[in-house]
């Protein structure tokens, strides 16, 4: 989640477990607590998927922030002035508010370390996105309440009681869109094929599912209000064709790992070089994807040689209208909104005739 968002969950934390004790003190320093495990994007790794795939990495370690609540509740119950305050108190606090930032992250699509250093794959169990003002806003109100006040338990209790509750309704949105979606995925003998089920931005009643089929990549919007219409399944070819040269490649190994096999390749001149491009398809949206890398380069003989990775700039003009047209099919389905009017139609495979 956004920076602010992890600020007042710390801080609602903070104000709930000891804010009878210490009043403002325990937000604030609940606030800090909250923000610290995104520190790392403060680390350069050297290229572009290195800095990629290591955000929300050793910082966001379960098992390394277990650890410093440990030693921090045990320095603060020797040398605090509150002596009121046991080691179980102050852990509680430490490690509900360090721990809560990296188990929030996997609720959202970028995958989270949480396993660190064990080498499992991200975690990431999406029923929120990154930004969501209807989460954020219950726990920014607390905030500001407890910080008035001087004394944070009861607003801060509310805070995270009504953001809890958003969370539940959205899994409960996200069970909705899977039955919707499940008889056209039988419909296309697609029901066992990898998928990812998401909110689109800022809201959790339009969700964007996500599903690989080798070659293929297909693309729908369910929302909950949709009623009796049918999910459209739009088509799109991903360069799978592609994916054994990038498993040659170090960095490509890495972005697999990372987020296979929700991944496109395609070849592009860039200036007079011909690059290998690699494009995270959980992240944005059909058209809209950030996240593109350039992993090598054609050598002279055809040979792809490993560059240092860069990020292309994907950014278009026509974010606004896209979104537009999303929060509009949010309680419309009709007219249906079809992902590929956005996106270069040589990506395109099949549509169905609406589109």
């Known amino acids: 989640m956004d920076t602010l968002t992890q600020a007042a969950l710390g801080a609602a934390i903070g104000g709930t477990v000891l804010g009878r004790r210490l009043g403002r003190k325990a937000v604030l320093l609940g606030a800090v607590l909250g923000t610290l495990p995104d520190l790392d994007v403060v680390i350069d790794y050297g290229d572009a998927v290195s800095n990629y795939t290591q955000h929300r990495g050793f910082s ?77 806003l219950p726990l920014l109100v607390a905030t500001v309440v407890a910080l008035i006040i001087g004394h944070g338990r009861r607003a801060s209790a509310w805070g995270l009681a009504l953001s809890c509750a958003y969370l539940l309704f959205s899994m409960g949105a996200k069970e909705v869109v899977e039955t919707r979606i499940a008889p056209v995925l039988a419909a296309h003998e697609l029901e066992d094929a990898p998928r990812l089920m998401q909110p689109t931005p800022f809201n959790v009643l339009l969700w964007r599912v996500t599903v690989i089929d080798g070659n293929a990549h297909h693309e729908s919007l369910v929302g909950v209000f949709d009623g009796d219409h049918r999910p459209l399944l739009e088509t799109y070819t991903r360069g799978a064709e592609l994916e054994d040269v990038v498993s040659t490649l170090s960095k490509g190994k890495r972005l697999e790992w990372f987020a296979s096999p929700f991944l496109r390749y395609d070849i592009r001149d860039i200036g007079d070089a011909r690059v290998l491009v690699a494009t995270d398809l959980r992240l944005g949206f059909p058209g809209f994807y950030p996240f593109s890398f350039v992993l090598a380069e054609a050598g002279p003989n055809n040979e792809w040689l490993p560059t240092v990775t860069y990020q292309l700039d994907t950014s278009r003009s026509d974010n606004g209208v896209a979104l537009s047209r999303l929060f509009q099919r949010i309680l419309d389905p009709e007219p249906p909104l079809c992902t590929s009017d956005f996106v270069d139609r040589r990506w395109v495979r099949s549509l169905p005739e609406v589109c």
Do not use: K
């Open 60 to 136: 966001h370690s379960l098992f390394l922030l277990a650890g410093l609540s440990t030693l921090l509740a045990g320095l603060c119950t020797r040398l605090s002035p509150a002596r009121d305050i046991s080691f179980r108190h102050w852990w509680l606090f430490f490690g509900l508010c360090l721990m809560t930032h990296p188990l929030l992250d996997t609720l959202t699509t970028y995958g989270t370390q949480i396993w660190w250093p064990s080498g499992a794959s991200p975690s990431a169990w999406p029923i929120v996105f990154i930004i969501d003002p209807l989460y954020s």
